[in-house]
């Protein structure tokens, strides 16, 4: 099977548990945490894992939001005698490795597929869901993404729904409180039915690359989705690539600027080993996370768009608005309304990366943004 770019060419991640209310209570924030794939990919192994763990125990994420730690493909063994499936020499004791992440306060990620073969030809869940499920439930898994890859060799692609079903039914089965996170790259507009087969989140396109084209067109793409989304069940435009050098800070900024706008799910894809200053401080912005978690529950929408210029904006539970303002090639003044964003008179406007007050403001708002960049305020009366 050809490898992909990412651990998902068709990655479906699904939170499913006893009852829709606790189900909810799952993911009911969009999740946050670290995933293996985007640094490591099939290199990865258990000590990786665990160094990521400790990383996000003693660095701040885990006190910023950052609770999963979620092992992507190449895990995987074969299955024993009985048909129960067994990690490979480079893991080890599975549950070992989920006490120990349980350890440190945090929650224990991983990932399968419905076909035979994972997109990185290990194996996957076909024809053993309910046993699999089981055996993630007794080694403590919290949190399962589910890649289509090679479900295509034998379900049509019209069985989608049905497929991702039976995974979610399996996983209810066990008791155990999983998010259930769908990797299907927005086949089917996955957005208007994975909240129906037990999906907390959802892929809406292909995989992310560490590159600022790839990152904008899948961020940028989001328009139009925000109907979708809300408490318990997310569009999930990828993991985060910030920390992994293909871009430059100020397209960092944008990424993250823009997935906390969308209300996305924050999975760090770097070495949290490795971290500079400089990408740690946009992984721990507190401010900007606030955005991506608010408890209302809202996905921002694309405000306007003049050629390279676009405006988010996305309402925050205590009455203020979230505002990106973004330039797409080069540096230039972009302008928000107050008006389009339900204000009149004077409002106040803080900068939630220089997390600064800029005073108060009547009509409208300008900022300077660099080439690929964005600013990101709140607007509040």
Not at 40 to 48: E, I, K, L, N, S
Not at 283 to 294: F, M, R, T
Not at 315 to 325: E, I, K, M, Q
Request: hydrophobic share 40%.
């Amino acid at each position: 099977m050809r490898m992909q770019v990412h651990g998902c060419f068709f990655v479906i991640f699904f939170a499913a548990v006893l009852s829709p209310q606790a189900q909810t209570s799952e993911a009911s924030p969009p999740p946050m945490g670290w995933n293996s794939w985007n640094h490591f990919a099939c290199r990865v192994t258990a000590a990786d894992v665990r160094d990521a763990a400790n990383a996000i125990a003693s660095n701040g994420m885990k006190e910023t939001g950052y609770i999963y730690v979620n092992v992507d493909d190449c895990w995987q063994g074969g299955r024993d005698e009985k048909g129960r499936i067994e990690p490979n020499k480079n893991f080890g004791d599975m549950k070992a490795l989920a006490d120990y992440i349980h350890s440190k306060g945090l929650k224990f990620g991983i990932y399968s597929s419905p076909g035979p073969e994972t997109c990185a030809g290990f194996t996957g869940s076909y024809q053993h869901e309910e046993q699999d499920a089981q055996t993630y439930a007794e080694w403590g898994v919290d949190y399962l993404k589910y890649d289509w890859c090679s479900a295509s060799q034998v379900y049509p692609v019209s069985q989608i729904r049905e497929v991702y079903k039976k995974m979610d039914d399996a996983l209810r089965k066990t008791g155990r409180p999983i998010v259930f996170s769908l990797c299907e790259y927005g086949w089917d507009l996955v957005w208007k039915w994975g909240k129906d087969v037990g999906g907390n989140m959802w892929r809406t396109t292909g995989d992310i690359q560490d590159k600022y084209d790839s990152m904008a067109t899948i961020g940028f793409g989001q328009a139009g989705l925000e109907a979708f989304a809300g408490p318990g069940h997310w569009n999930d435009p990828d993991m985060l690539e910030i920390g992994n050098g293909g871009m430059r800070h100020e397209e960092y900024i944008t990424h993250m600027t823009l997935w906390c706008l969308l209300a996305a799910p924050l999975l760090a894809g770097n070495d949290l080993t490795k971290m500079t200053p400089e990408d740690q401080a946009i992984l721990l912005n507190k401010e900007a996370i606030a955005v991506d978690q608010d408890p209302k529950g809202v996905q921002g929408r694309r405000l306007s768009a003049e050629g390279p210029l676009e405006v988010w904006a996305k309402p925050l539970a205590d009455g203020s608005v979230a505002v990106g303002l973004f330039s797409r090639t080069n540096a230039y003044p972009v302008k928000v309304s107050f008006k389009d964003l339900g204000f009149t008179g004077s409002v106040h406007v803080r900068d939630l990366w220089a997390h600064k007050d800029l005073g108060s403001f009547e009509n409208e708002f300008t900022a300077h943004v660099p080439r690929h960049g964005a600013v990101m305020i709140r607007v509040s009366k």
